[in-house]
């Protein structure tokens, strides 16, 4: 299965991507290439330094959304894509995007969606909304993406505790951590349903 990477920001489930793939446990996956809509991101960094194509492409740079739509179409359809994981990515996927690759792109969201997901509702906002509400766990959600913001089907999701003297950045990083584990397993049961036929 041949997969897009798109994210705004450093990079660290991407690289948990390629530790999972070096490591293995991702040998039916093959990355075609990394997009994202910053740069200077260090995720595009990542994707050079393994030899993986890696693209900068943003809405800012398009006339409308549907320039732009069919500009990521035509990057996705030319390198073979078969899937897109989205590993931090900041930008809502047009929806033409989205209907081409229904059921075939997934998301990482730090928190136990459906709480704390939608416009917003992104990075450290996230950690601080779950601290501010006094809740006694938080965790990680892969999800199949659709048209709105952190609403499709939840693939999998972990929890981690809320520690009483947790910060928002002490919270972050226990969560990342789930997301570095779970993120390489749901693209390995992506890569196994897409192998099967099956697209929802």
């Known amino acids: 299965m041949n997969v897009a990477v798109f994210g705004s920001g450093r990079g660290s489930n991407f690289q948990a991507i390629l530790a999972a793939k070096k490591g293995g446990r991702l040998d039916e996956v093959s990355i075609s290439l990394v997009m994202s809509n910053n740069s200077g991101a260090g995720i595009l960094e990542i994707a050079r330094a393994n030899a993986i194509p890696a693209f900068h492409v943003s809405q800012k740079q398009f006339?409308?959304?549907?320039?732009?739509?069919?500009?990521?179409?035509?990057?996705?359809?030319?390198?073979?894509?078969?899937?897109?994981?989205?590993?931090?990515f900041m930008k809502r996927v047009p929806a033409k995007v989205i209907a081409a690759y229904r059921g075939r792109i997934i998301n990482i969201h730090p928190a136990l969606l459906p709480k704390y997901g939608g416009s917003g509702m992104f990075g450290i906002h996230v950690h601080e909304a779950v601290l501010q509400a006094g809740d006694r766990e938080s965790g990680a959600t892969v999800h199949v993406v659709d048209e709105l913001y952190d609403h499709g089907k939840i693939l999998l999701q972990e929890r981690v505790p809320v520690r009483a003297d947790d910060t928002p950045e002490t919270l972050a990083a226990r969560v990342l951590t789930v997301e570095h584990r779970i993120l390489p397993e749901a693209l390995a049961r992506l890569a196994a349903r897409v192998h099967t036929g099956v697209k929802h």
């Open 63 to 88: 006339p409308s959304e549907d320039h732009y739509a069919d500009a990521v179409l035509e990057l996705l359809q030319t390198h073979n894509v078969d899937a897109v994981v989205l590993a931090g």
